[in-house]
């Protein structure tokens, strides 16, 4: 299997190296690897994780309009939590997406309000309002 390489989804530098070539374990299915435990009360998203996400959204991001036209943003993407990660929403294949910058916080804006948003992004200095 070749894999894209996900240069623009950031890997933080203490999940483990790949295993060498050499390596004689087989390979392992797609969904084995992307069931990693996450790290729970972090933001961390395990590097195996971000690779399947990256490759089941195929390097673009994931928003369709109300046409049902997909985003094709290539660059730059995030990792998006279907349900907010502030909100307790896991670090799994099955509830993230990548999104583009742009949809990412059009999604948090949904998620958290307008006000919180500009809040978090520094055009305002209105203090956060209360999370739900
Ligand atoms: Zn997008």
């Known amino acids: 299997m070749v894999r894209k390489n996900p240069a623009s989804v950031p890997v933080p530098a203490s999940d483990p190296a790949p295993a060498p070539a050499s390596d004689p374990a087989p390979a392992q299915p797609l ?3 992307a069931t990693a435990p996450a790290r729970r009360g972090t933001r961390h998203i ?3 994780v971000r690779r399947a996400v990256f490759d089941r959204d195929g390097g673009r991001c994931s928003y369709r309009d109300d046409r ?3 985003c094709r943003e290539t660059l730059g993407l995030e ?3 279907r349900h907010a990660h502030a909100l307790g929403g896991p670090a799994t294949l099955d509830n993230l997406e990548l999104r583009c910058r742009a ?3 059009l ?3 949904r998620d958290f309000g307008l006000e919180y948003t500009d809040f ?3 055009v305002t200095d209105r203090a ?3 999370r739900r």
């Open 68 to 70: 049902g036209e997909r």
């Open 79 to 81: 990792a998006h939590h």
């Open 103 to 105: 949809h990412n916080t």
């Open 120 to 122: 978090a992004r520094g």
């Open 46 to 48: 395990p590097a195996s």
């Open 128 to 130: 956060a309002p209360e």
């Open 107 to 109: 999604a948090a804006e």
């Open 31 to 33: 969904h084995v690897v």
